[in-house]
């Protein structure tokens, strides 16, 4: 996959209407990183990262598309 269609991706994810949260693994997606890299940060420490939390839904791990794009200075 080219790095064209990871932007391309992730922009869907992030402006999916109706969609108020994503899973960890989408998230890393978003912010370019492994999926390892964003599960072994919330593991640490409860967030993604600075002012991304990981909400915890049972056995699901969720992250806020708000937040998310708050962080990213996205509105």
């Known amino acids: ?3 064209e ?3 391309a991706t992730a922009l869907e994810i ?7 949260v994503i899973s ?3 998230a890393a997606a978003v912010l370019g990183i492994a999926k390892s890299t964003a599960h072994n940060a919330y ?3 409860g967030y993604l990262c600075d002012g991304v ?3 915890r839904v ?3 791990c969720i992250v806020s598309i708000a937040a998310l794009k ?4 996205l509105s």
């Open 1 to 3: 996959m080219s790095q």
């Open 5 to 7: 269609t990871n932007i």
């Open 14 to 20: 992030l402006n999916e209407p109706g969609r108020v």
């Open 24 to 26: 960890v693994t989408d």
């Open 43 to 45: 593991m640490r420490t």
């Open 53 to 55: 939390p990981v909400i």
């Open 58 to 60: 049972g056995k699901r």
């Open 70 to 73: 708050n962080a990213l200075g």
